[in-house]
């Protein structure tokens, strides 16, 4: 049967393949270290669970919810900005409630891409960032870029490539997967170029929080004038270790911002208001919470990195997010990034998320996620010891199980 026109504009979800061979190993009794998709393990911090349970039991509270969120709510994280970023945002025009920043990119790419509308997109980037735009009929130009001085002429490149004139850049900082921090005069420039050439910005910050040297990360709002070409989205999925929970959110320009809340009005009713209720609460909060979240992943960051190295894969140590971008080890770089987290679950009992499902451009690398504590990580760090020097050994091995069969 023929698929639909959407779907077959879909590749293959790469990532499936690596999770069939993880339940199968499963199945067969193996015990899997997952270090594969960024699902956060931390409970969500007590005093917002204690505050979900107070407000379900009122039963007005289950009615239909608000799709662009409770006053309270948006308030909250108008606040939140204000205190993190400076950025003065006006919470009822400028600030709409998401059931987290996936579904927020999702919409906003329905909201405002016309068929064959082109959109500059990192890669490797996050998949929704590009494919919210390829469902919603736009044409991706794909930027290998990082957030230093060779950003501008890359994009300047897109755009002279690019017929019809892009509509809009994403950005990504604190990046997923490759965990690289933008600075703030970073943001000036691009805000520049972005009201010089009459191009959106949508800034994917659900990271902000998850940083380990010192430095806050910035938002792109807090360049002046920037609100005038921007929508930023965060998440607390992270940063209040509330991943099932979806509640996230999109700030910034005011055309924007109504044009994502008219058509989430015609989509959902908004999350649950006992949701939305603790996620204001957890917002209003000293920060407390978001700073042990932090150190949690600070020490498994410090663990990984250190662990892995004496094992014999030498790994950056990521400056923000819960991921490390890790270098593919030249013995197995040319198997790609698939290939090799296939063998990594099969003779390591470990997985990862392989790099080309960010992109092809990360095909040299896979992502490891910091979301197993830190004698499963050190545990890791041995199985893959083991598998490093069997290979070293025995070179044949390196041909994955499953291309075999």
């Given at each position: 049967m023929e698929e639909f026109h959407k779907v077959r504009r879909l590749p293959p979800y790469v990532f499936e393949q690596v999770n069939r061979l993880k339940a199968s190993a499963r199945s067969r009794g193996a015990d899997i270290i997952d270090l594969g998709m960024g699902n956060p393990d931390l409970p969500t911090p007590k005093a917002i669970v204690d505050k979900l349970c107070e407000v379900v039991r009122d039963p007005r509270t289950h009615r239909y919810s608000s799709s662009r969120g409770i006053p309270g709510l948006r308030r909250a994280q108008a606040n939140y900005y204000q205190r993190r970023f400076g950025v003065k945002l006006n919470p009822d025009t400028q600030v709409v409630a998401t059931l987290g920043s996936k579904e927020g990119f999702a919409n906003m790419a329905q909201a405002i891409t016309a068929p064959g509308d082109v959109i500059l997109c990192p890669n490797p980037?996050?998949?929704?960032?590009?494919?919210?735009?390829?469902?919603?009929?736009?044409?991706?130009?794909?930027?290998?870029?990082?957030?230093?001085?060779?950003?501008?002429?890359?994009?300047?490149?897109?755009?002279?490539?690019?017929?019809?004139?892009p509509l809009a850049l994403i950005l990504n900082y604190p990046s997923n997967p490759t965990a690289l921090v933008a600075s703030l005069d970073f943001y000036k420039d691009v805000v520049a170029f972005a009201k010089k050439n009459d191009i959106i910005i949508l800034s994917d910050l659900a990271y902000s929080e998850i940083y380990f040297d010192g430095n806050p990360p910035p938002s792109v709002l807090q360049v002046p004038g920037a609100i005038d070409v921007c929508v930023e989205f965060?998440?607390?999925?992270?940063?209040?270790?509330?991943?099932?929970?979806?509640?996230?959110?999109?700030?910034?320009?005011?055309?924007?911002?109504?044009?994502?809340?008219?058509?989430?009005?015609?989509?959902?009713?908004?999350?649950?208001?006992?949701?939305?209720?603790?996620?204001?609460?957890?917002?209003?909060?000293?920060?407390?919470?978001?700073?042990?979240?932090?150190?949690?992943?600070?020490?498994?960051?410090?663990?990984?990195?250190?662990?892995?190295?004496?094992?014999?894969?030498?790994?950056?140590?990521?400056?923000?997010?819960?991921?490390?971008?890790?270098?593919?080890?030249?013995?197995?770089?040319?198997?790609?990034?698939?290939?090799?987290?296939?063998?990594?679950?099969?003779?390591?009992?470990?997985?990862?998320?392989?790099?080309?499902?960010?992109g092809e451009y990360g095909d040299d690398f896979v992502r490891v996620a910091l979301v197993e504590n830190e004698h499963r990580i050190r545990q890791a760090a041995r199985n893959i010891k083991r598998f490093l020097a069997s290979t070293a050994k025995q070179p044949n091995n390196v041909v994955p199980l499953s291309a075999r069969r």
């Open positions: 980037t996050y998949p929704i960032h590009a494919f919210g735009f390829i469902m919603s009929g736009g044409v991706i130009r794909s930027l290998q870029v990082e957030p230093d001085d060779g950003f501008i002429p890359a994009v300047e490149r897109g755009i002279r490539h690019s017929i019809p004139k965060t998440s607390m999925s992270k940063t209040f270790s509330m991943p099932g929970w979806r509640m996230g959110f999109a700030v910034g320009n005011e055309r924007l911002i109504a044009a994502l809340t008219r058509v989430k009005s015609y989509l959902d009713y908004g999350a649950f208001t006992p949701i939305q209720v603790a996620a204001a609460h957890a917002l209003n909060g000293d920060g407390a919470d978001i700073a042990e979240v932090r150190e949690v992943y600070h020490k498994r960051r410090d663990v990984m990195v250190d662990s892995f190295s004496r094992a014999g894969w030498t790994i950056p140590a990521p400056a923000a997010s819960m991921f490390a971008w890790a270098p593919i080890p030249e013995q197995f770089r040319q198997l790609g990034s698939l290939e090799f987290s296939k063998l990594l679950i099969e003779h390591a009992d470990v997985a990862v998320a392989p790099g080309i499902g960010f």
